[in-house]
């Protein structure tokens, strides 16, 4: 193999071992959480508010037309009022998309819905704490029906809900 070559797989390998997340501090470290290893951060914002976006690999072919993800935002809040009005806006938003229903499996931390994305139904499960002066939310998206099957969406739910355990 030519020394060219080899440089291009070395580097992309050291890009492909960088963008999988574990652990993961937000907030100058007030917040923090771990995310599987196979989950690939795509994409992070810095201020106000601080937003982290992991893709969750689907190995099936509905990969091709849709993005499961899981977001943390993070906004600083004056108080309670400020955070109730922070939940409100992120769920009149939510209730904006087309093709929103509210699930029957809603519980006192979860607001679970489905919607529509490009054409195809999606899961959505957003949970909210306030942390010191800090919002902060989880948005679980995934395709309601994936080709990947039920043990895809098992371990999809199951990261999900370690980060929920982590942030509360």
Known sequence: MSFFRQMVLASALVLASAAHATDVTMADGSVSFST?????????????????VFQVPDPSPTAASSLARVTVTVKQVADTNAFQQYVSGAM??????????????????NFVYTAQENGA??????????????????????????????????????????????LK
Not at 36 to 52: C, K, L
Not at 92 to 109: E, M, N, P
């Open 92 to 109: 009149s938003k939510a209730k904006a998309l087309t093709g929103f229903q509210t699930s029957a499996s809603q519980a006192a931390d």
């Open 36 to 52: 599987p290893d196979a989950w690939v951060s795509i994409m992070e914002t810095q201020g106000d508010p601080e937003v982290r």
């Open 121 to 166: 139904q999606f899961s959505y499960t957003e949970r909210y704490w306030l942390k010191g002066n800090h919002a902060i939310q989880l948005r679980c998206v995934r395709p309601s029906q994936s080709q990947a099957g039920p043990a895809w969406k098992a371990a999809f739910d199951k990261g999900c809900d370690a980060i929920a355990a982590r």
